[in-house]
C-alpha cells in the first residue's frame, strides 16, 4: 500500500505558476505509476498527468499539455506537477493518485489518493 500527502497549492493571479509535491510513503513508491487529477466546483474529476513507476512516460490532458510538467524522485518518494502560465480554469482541488500500472494510461479510477490540494487562479 502506499500513502499519499499532497503540498503545495494556493492563490496565484492568471500568468502564474504553482509547483505541488506528492510526499508518498511505503517501500515500494518506484513500482508505482503516479498521477495527478483535479476537480473543479461542479464537475467531474478529470485527469491531468501521468507518470511511469520509472519516470520514463508521462502523459497529459490537452488542456494542460506544454503548461504543465509532472516529474517524480524515486529516491525522495516524491511526485511534482510544475503548473506554468496558470489559467482561471485551472482553479480546482488537485489530487495525487496511484496505482501498479504498467503503462502510463489516462483514467480517473486509481487505487489510492492523497486528500487533495485548493489551487485558485484568479483572473
Known amino acids: 500500500q502506499v500513502q499519499l500527502v499532497e503540498s503545495g497549492g494556493g492563490l496565484v493571479q492568471a500568468g502564474g505558476s504553482l509547483r505541488l509535491s506528492c510526499a508518498a510513503s511505503g517501500r515500494t513508491f518506484s513500482s508505482y505509476a503516479m498521477g495527478w487529477l483535479r476537480q473543479a466546483p461542479g464537475k467531474e474529476r478529470e485527469f491531468v498527468a501521468a507518470?511511469?513507476?520509472?519516470?520514463?512516460?508521462?502523459n497529459y490532458a490537452d488542456s494542460v499539455k506544454g503548461r504543465f510538467t509532472i516529474s517524480r524522485d524515486n529516491a525522495k518518494n516524491t511526485v511534482h506537477l510544475q503548473m506554468n502560465s496558470l489559467k482561471p480554469e485551472d482553479t480546482a482541488v488537485y489530487y495525487c493518485?496511484?496505482?501498479?500500472?504498467?503503462?502510463?494510461?489516462?483514467?480517473?479510477?486509481?487505487?489510492?489518493w492523497g486528500q487533495g490540494t485548493q489551487v485558485t487562479v484568479s483572473s
Open positions: 493518485a496511484a496505482d501498479l500500472f504498467e503503462e502510463v494510461v489516462v483514467t480517473t479510477t486509481w487505487n489510492y
Open positions: 507518470i511511469s513507476w520509472s519516470g520514463g512516460s508521462t
